[in-house]
């Protein structure tokens, strides 16, 4: 709640409300029936951000699309979508076969990739993947500088703007620092699951 209280206040400063995409992390359990349950969903009911997931809305005259397939609209297109490219996560994967448009100038951006991609180019689209912030548990080359992808709604160039932010090791570090149960601090994610497990007299599982 302390950190959905510090983000909240920042999207509401905005001049036009942020339009924002669901992924994975924002549906408990992968299922639609919890999504009242989510952070994403209390900014979205309380009309912090816009969801457009499975939906459109127009920006002048670009069209901002989450809908698939993707086809020629006589506009400029932004595509947003959480999903691997052809590469199966159920729910989560945005096929290159779902692209129809032919004309229309698309700017495709993924999210759910963990590591930076190079863009694709073809002909009227461009596929950007960027990545996630960060991920302590992958790559040092996932961990990078955020970046803010600006689009010229006339030619629909994208650049990459970095973000001032601090390191996620510096993040991380400060919070176990505040952690005085040294023993808390040293456990893994298997250790808590099986010390979890072993408070758990109904079930043979945490799950």
Known sequence: DSVKSLIAPQFVRLKRRALCINGNHDRM???DDFQYKTSYNVFVSHGVITDITDTEVMYGDV???NKMPLTDRGCKLICLFHGFLNLEDGRNTFRTTDIHAKTDPIRIFLGHDHTVHDVIKSN???IHRIGSFFRMDRTAESN???QMAVIDSDTMEVTYVPIKSRSAEDVFKERLDVVN???????TYASLIASLNGGVKDESSLM
């Open 63 to 65: 069209l901002i699309t």
């Open 144 to 146: 990078r500088t955020p």
């Open 124 to 126: 009227n689209l461009e």
């Open 181 to 187: 149960d040294t023993k808390c601090a040293q456990l």
């Open 29 to 31: 359990y992968d299922n």
